[in-house]
């Protein structure tokens, strides 16, 4: 039987319900990640450069740089969620691990003719985590909204007929194969009625088209844990140079690269005495492999010795990426051959593609000679455009109408600042991002940073605080009527970074 299930775990699944505006929301979302000089001062970096990670805003600013350098950066990053359910206690849950952030060198060549217009010219080469997706909630909650729903939003309306095993099929390939060939729907309602979820109102009868649950509750108690793990990494590749004394201007390269696993385990119990089904337990696992390209382009200009000005564009981010798809479900009454539906059996997606909207940044610095210097970022983003491809699918026709509709221009505001006591500089920054939703479905972002760094002349060492929160509601499943899980998350991010000058 192995063998025959590998064999079938490789067959295309022709509808998908997990590409949807939460993986566009995903995908666009810069944590705020790079050195610590850079997260010290929340990022605002667009009039300034000098920093191997002020090319994710500005790529002109490897062009200030006055030698060549080479930046390490390790972080340790933290989430805290409080999560509760609408009516519920709150839970506290965290995750905690460390890694290699940023690594990255500019290249920088001067012209030996004193008299030529261009004065230098730069290369450089880094990579930035710009996301984490590790993340953990844990919640335990009571409500009328049992998981027999979600099966039976399903079902509703679909004959029996195609739903049965056929004569000698396996229950894991009949699973793959309602999904290839009739669509996401109708395995969902198969799996329900062999989980034992829901049963046919005529069992018997092939063109029956009700449904009804098998559980008898007022109300249940369910504990829903999500544990994700992944990242976004960020292949940068810049050129910039020096017109004369005060003009800065750069290009750069990107390219992601896209690894997410997300597992949703959801258990269900607390039914009345007399109801066969006494518990019921739903999992299912996201996985997500991808690439990306973009590119930016950027300028810097000086004013005066004391003003910078700075602006850039970001080309829209095209993602291409590739989904697999798992789910396992048991209950009291489930068909005795419902464990073989599990992780091992497997709905592989056609490619798809998501593309973030482009965005603009203005930036104003001043500079204090060798005291110090403050400097304002704004960004400017318009996530109502973002989009999944192809239009011709018309599941991402009817998504993208949907972002439009839900989705909004994002204005940010980023805030640093750094004072140097001889050797040593102190740091401090803040940050703002508007909810892209017209509902605030995700609140306003909102992060605090902080840090120091000494400078050993042909070294530099440099330490970080970074801490920002956002709320946010969802549903726990996706045919809840309204979102009824609230999450307060807050990342602090701890970042040392380590710069050599050469």
Do not use: C, H
């Given at each position: 039987m192995k063998k025959y299930i590998t064999l079938v775990m490789v067959a295309a699944c022709a509808a998908m319900n997990a590409q949807n505006i939460d993986d566009v929301l995903r995908y666009s979302t810069d944590n705020l990640q790079g050195t610590a000089r850079f997260q010290a001062m929340s990022g605002a970096f667009g009039a300034l450069g000098g920093d191997l990670s002020s090319l994710n805003i500005n790529p002109a600013g490897s062009a200030v740089f006055n030698n060549s350098q080479f930046t390490l950066s390790g972080t340790n990053f933290h989430v805290k969620n409080n999560t509760f359910y609408t009516g519920n206690n709150s839970f506290n849950s965290t995750e905690n691990n460390f890694d290699i952030n940023q690594i990255g060198g500019v290249f920088v060549f001067n012209n030996s003719n004193p008299d030529a217009n261009w004065k230098k010219f730069s290369i450089g080469l880094n990579f930035d985590k710009v996301q984490s997706f590790d993340n953990y909630i844990n919640v335990n909650y009571n409500t009328t909204q049992g998981i027999d729903n979600y099966f039976l939003s399903f079902a509703q309306g679909l004959p029996l007929g195609p739903l049965k095993l056929q004569d000698g099929e396996f229950i894991e390939s009949a699973y793959l194969d309602i999904g290839s060939s009739l669509g996401f729907r109708d395995q969902q309602a198969f799996l329900g009625i062999f989980g034992g979820a829901i049963d046919a109102v005529d069992p018997d009868n092939d063109n029956n088209t009700d449904y009804i649950s098998t559980s008898e509750y007022n109300s249940v108690t369910q504990n829903y844990r999500q544990i994700s793990t992944g990242y976004n990494d960020k292949y940068t590749f810049n050129m910039a140079s020096q017109y004369q004394d005060n003009l800065y201007i750069g290009a750069s390269i990107n390219v992601h690269s896209i690894f997410l696993d997300q597992l949703t385990e959801l258990t269900e119990n607390g039914y009345n005495a007399d109801s066969d089904v006494q518990f019921t337990t739903f999992d299912n696992l996201l996985s997500s492999r991808g690439n990306a390209f973009s590119f930016s382009l950027g300028a810097i200009a000086k004013v005066n010795n004391n003003v910078r000005v700075g602006g850039s564009y970001q080309s829209p981010t095209w993602y291409r990426i590739s989904d697999e798809f798992s789910q396992r479900i048991n209950s009291d009454i489930a068909d005795q051959d419902i464990g073989?539906?599990?992780?091992?059996?497997?709905?592989?997606?056609?490619?798809?593609?998501?593309?973030?909207?482009?965005?603009?940044?203005?930036?104003?610095?001043?500079?204090?000679?060798?005291?110090?210097?403050?400097?304002?970022?704004?960004?400017?983003?318009?996530?109502?455009?973002?989009?999944?491809?192809?239009?011709?699918?018309?599941?991402?026709?009817?998504?993208?109408?949907f972002i439009s509709e839900q989705l909004k221009a994002v204005s940010s505001i980023r805030l640093g600042g750094e004072y140097r006591i001889k050797q040593v500089s102190l740091r401090a920054g803040y940050r703002y991002e508007q909810s892209p939703y017209?509902?605030?479905?995700?609140?306003?972002?909102?992060?605090?940073?902080?840090?120091?760094?000494?400078?050993?002349?042909?070294?530099?060492?440099?330490?970080?605080?970074?801490s920002f929160s956002q709320d946010r509601s969802r549903t726990i499943l996706s045919t809840d009527p309204t979102a009824n899980l609230n999450i307060d998350r807050t990342n602090t991010n701890v970042t040392l970074s380590y710069t050599v000058n050469f």
């Open positions: 073989f539906i599990n992780f091992n059996v497997i709905n592989t997606y056609d490619k798809y593609t998501i593309k973030t909207p482009g965005k603009v940044t203005g930036s104003l610095a001043l500079v204090f000679g060798k005291d110090g210097l403050l400097s304002l970022d704004y960004g400017y983003q318009d996530m109502s455009k973002a989009e999944l491809r192809p239009d011709s699918d018309p599941n991402f026709l009817t998504e993208n109408e017209e509902n605030n479905l995700i609140g306003d972002l909102n992060g605090i940073s902080g840090g120091l760094g000494y400078n050993f002349g042909p070294s530099r060492l440099d330490l970080a605080v970074n």
